[in-house]
């Protein structure tokens, strides 16, 4: 496997800005921005394909397509401490297809097993060893689903990980049985890489972790062998970070000795992170490099948000590379670090895996002149102001029946394809009014609609982007009825 040289990547004008402006990569670029010749299908408002899951639109073009996909060409990261030869794309297990579109809390939720087999069997063959899920995910059928699929080959062909996701509870009894049941639904007997899931404030890690003797249990198992390596995914302020990498952090005056931490990374994030406690990518990035321990990427699409970028990003990306998806970009980009042990990927369909395929087998790390489109990208993206949800579904099923993730997509998805009704007297505003209602309906039922939100604040608890969906959702509710009726400015 060819590396990246670190140097190469570290001087790089992009990765040390913070997120400042930058002249135009060709003046071709700036003049297809400026010029009135910029269009592009609006797809996002409008009828058609409602999965908001969907992570590669707008595709590659049609040569890319039409490429071969190697079976012996995935790029792989070796692990330094056990050897492990893990694919640079793993399998993210947070968004199977489901049979049917869960409509409300209490309608049946069913993974299409069948579908999930087929997945993973492409997978497999084309070189991915390693997959990712958690009790949480999907309702808790995440586990059970990828279980079945893996149960099919022998266990030295792929890599297991999962989580301790006792988020609702402190117990360690509970917590105990949670990890049981992974064994059981997951059809192993030792898990490859086991996670404290979704750490990111003192008081809560203390509760969920320390006070009650469960990180002691996770530690001692491994050492059973049962858990191979033992790390935790970050959500969460940069000092609470810092402490759970520092010598301060003892059980029983012992060290966890963390062998690898998940992180949310991508372009976007690097220098521009956003929210009350998000934490620039690079310094997370960095830190862990420093101390050598392998990093594992989450979100490297930002929930979806840069497969399909604003107009104006999309018009930099396709001219500098007419052919390339707009998620290779950014898999190319996290994945060009060295220290990055994988890029885990929610692989819906097959065709964001055989996309992502075309990516990683073999991995081209980005050039200079590509990293300095996406410095003109990441600020063409900080211009339109979006709501910050990666559709994670923690949020979900909503007691009051509103579907949280696909009101905001919907929301994002106009706004980034410049087909935004903001102010009646421009030109657009009529086309694009129309087509926002239509699209509010078509992709989300009028019972799950914002109107319904009773800002009860149950679904805050649950969102690793801390983001205030009551207050959110009050002001697409309120943007939505002046569409209705047309009421002045329509912007939020």
């Known amino acids: 496997m060819n590396k990246p040289d670190k140097k190469n990547i570290h001087r790089r004008g992009f990765l040390k800005s913070a997120g400042g402006r930058t002249v135009a990569v060709s003046a071709t670029v700036s003049a297809t921005l400026s010029g009135a010749a910029l269009t592009f299908p609006l797809t996002g408002c409008g009828s058609g394909n409602s999965e908001s899951s969907s992570e590669f639109t707008p595709g590659p073009g049609p040569e890319r397509l039409q490429t071969p996909i190697p079976t012996d060409q995935m790029t792989y990261r070796t692990h330094p401490r056990s050897g492990d030869r893990v694919s640079l794309l793993g399998y993210g297990c947070m968004r199977f297809p489901t049979k049917t579109k869960v409509k409300s809390a ?18 497999i063959a084309h070189g991915v060893n390693f997959f990712d899920t958690s009790p949480r995910y999907l309702r808790g059928h995440s586990e059970r689903a990828i279980g079945q699929a893996l149960s099919r080959y022998p266990r030295d062909k792929f890599f297991i990980s999962t989580k301790l996701s006792n988020q609702a509870f402190y117990g360690y009894d509970e917590a105990v049985q949670m990890y049981q049941n992974s064994f059981r639904d997951l059809q192993v007997d030792y898990f490859d890489y086991y996670l404290a899931h979704a750490v990111g404030t003192f008081d809560a890690f203390q509760k969920r972790y320390v006070q009650n003797g469960v990180l002691k249990f996770m530690m001692n198992e491994r050492k059973a062998g049962r858990i191979r390596h033992l790390g935790w995914s970050f959500h969460g302020q940069k000092e609470f970070f810092d402490y759970m990498l520092s010598p301060e952090l003892k059980i029983d005056g012992e060290s966890p000795n963390w062998d690898f931490v998940l992180i949310q990374a991508n372009y976007f994030d690097w220098n521009t992170a956003t929210g009350r406690t998000n934490v620039n990518a690079s310094y997370l990035y960095d830190k862990l490099e420093k101390l050598g321990i392998p990093v594992m990427i989450m979100e490297p699409l930002l929930g979806g948000q840069l497969a399909k970028p604003n107009f104006k990003a999309l018009a930099l990306m396709k001219q500098a590379e007419p052919e390339a998806s707009c998620a290779s970009w950014a898999f190319r980009f996290i994945g060009s670090f060295p220290n990055v042990l994988t890029v885990l990927s929610g692989m819906t369909y097959m065709e964001h895996l055989q996309d992502n395929l075309r990516t990683f087998c073999p991995m081209k790390p980005l050039s200079d002149a590509e990293h300095e489109v996406l410095r003109q990208v990441t600020d063409t993206m900080s211009e339109f102001q979006g709501i910050n949800c990666t559709q994670c579904q923690y949020c979900m099923p909503c007691p009051y029946g509103i579907d949280i993730p696909e009101v905001f997509a919907h929301y994002n998805r106009c706004l980034n394809e410049g087909n935004f009704p903001s102010d009646p007297a ?16 078509r992709r989300v039922p009028k019972l799950r609609q914002a109107n319904h939100c009773i800002s009860c604040s149950l679904c805050e608890k649950e969102c ?29």
């Open 106 to 123: 209490t309608a049946p939720y069913e993974i299409d097993q069948e579908v999930v087999n087929e997945l993973v069997d492409y997978a």
């Open 426 to 441: 421009s030109e657009n505003y009529k086309r694009a009014r129309r087509a926002f209602l239509i699209g509010y309906d």
């Open 464 to 492: 690793p982007q801390f983001i205030k969906i009551g207050n959110e959702m009050k002001k697409i509710d309120n943007f939505v009825e002046n569409l209705k009726q047309e009421r002045g400015k329509a912007g939020l």
